[in-house]
T-cell receptor
C-alpha cells in the first residue's frame, strides 16, 4: 500500500507558540489531503480538506485562522497550529487520497502527531 | 444525516475463535466503504475498500463483505496480533467514520 509520513511524531510546545506539522505522500501524488484530530478512545474528526494549489475547506466549528493548512505540492501538506493553547493538545493525523485500482479511491493515513501544549 | 454505526463496541476473542464485526451505514451517494485497522497511538492502516453490494475482499485472516445497508469484517482464526481497533468509514466526498470496534484476542 501507499505510504504517508508525518513529521514530527510528537511535539511539546508552550502556550502561545505556533507548531507546524508536515504530511507527505511518499510514493504517490495526492491531489487531495485531509487533516483529522482524534481524542482518546474516540473516532477521527475531520478538520479540513485541502486540494493542491487551492484553499482548504474547513469543517464546521474548526477555526481556519487557528489551524492553517497549506497544500503546496502534490506530495506535501502542512498544518500549522497558531497560538496554541492546552485545549489544542491532541493527536493530529493527516491522510492522502490516491486513485486506486479500477478507478476507485484509496485513502491512506499518516502515523499521527501527538501535540502537547503546556 | 449520513451515519455509520459499528458493533460491537468491544470484542474479546480467544485465539482461533472466529467472529464478525458489523458496520451499518446510511450514507447518501456512497462511493465506497472503507475498513481500517488502528493500533494505539498510531494512524489508521488501510485494509479494504468495497464499492458495490455483493463485493468481497480478503487479506490474510480478514474478509470484508458489503450489502446495501451494512458491511461485515470477518476474522477467521484470529491471533493475538490481530488485536486492534477496527474502523469502517463511508465515503462520499469525505470519509464518515464509525466509532470503531476494539478487538482483543487472547492466547
Amino acid at each position: 500500500g501507499a505510504v504517508v509520513s508525518q513529521h514530527p511524531s510528537w511535539v511539546i510546545c508552550k502556550s502561545g507558540t505556533s507548531v507546524k506539522i508536515e504530511c507527505r505522500s511518499l510514493d504517490f501524488q495526492a491531489t487531495t489531503m485531509f487533516w483529522y484530530r482524534q481524542f482518546p478512545k474516540q473516532s477521527l474528526m475531520l478538520m479540513a480538506t485541502s486540494n493542491e494549489g487551492s484553499k482548504a475547506t474547513y469543517e464546521q466549528g474548526v477555526e481556519k485562522d487557528k489551524f492553517l493548512i497549506n497544500h503546496a505540492s502534490l506530495t506535501l501538506s502542512t498544518l500549522t497550529v497558531t497560538s496554541a493553547h492546552p485545549e489544542d493538545s491532541s493527536f493530529y493525523i493527516c491522510s492522502a487520497r490516491d486513485r486506486g485500482l479500477a478507478g476507485g479511491y484509496e485513502q491512506y493515513f499518516g502515523p499521527g502527531t501527538r501535540l502537547t501544549v503546556t | 444525516e449520513d451515519q455509520v454505526t459499528q458493533s460491537p463496541e468491544a470484542l474479546r476473542l480467544q485465539e482461533g475463535e472466529s467472529s464478525s464485526l458489523n458496520c451499518s451505514y446510511t450514507v447518501s451517494g456512497l462511493r465506497g466503504l472503507f475498513w481500517y485497522r488502528q493500533d494505539p497511538g498510531k494512524g489508521p492502516e488501510f485494509l479494504f475498500t468495497l464499492y458495490s453490494a455483493g463485493e468481497e475482499k480478503e487479506k490474510e485472516r480478514l474478509k470484508a463483505t458489503l450489502t446495501k445497508k451494512e458491511s461485515f469484517l470477518h476474522i477467521t482464526a484470529p491471533k493475538p496480533e490481530d488485536s486492534a481497533t477496527y474502523l469502517c468509514a463511508g465515503h462520499t466526498d469525505k470519509l464518515i467514520f464509525g466509532t470503531g470496534t476494539r478487538l482483543q484476542v487472547f492466547p
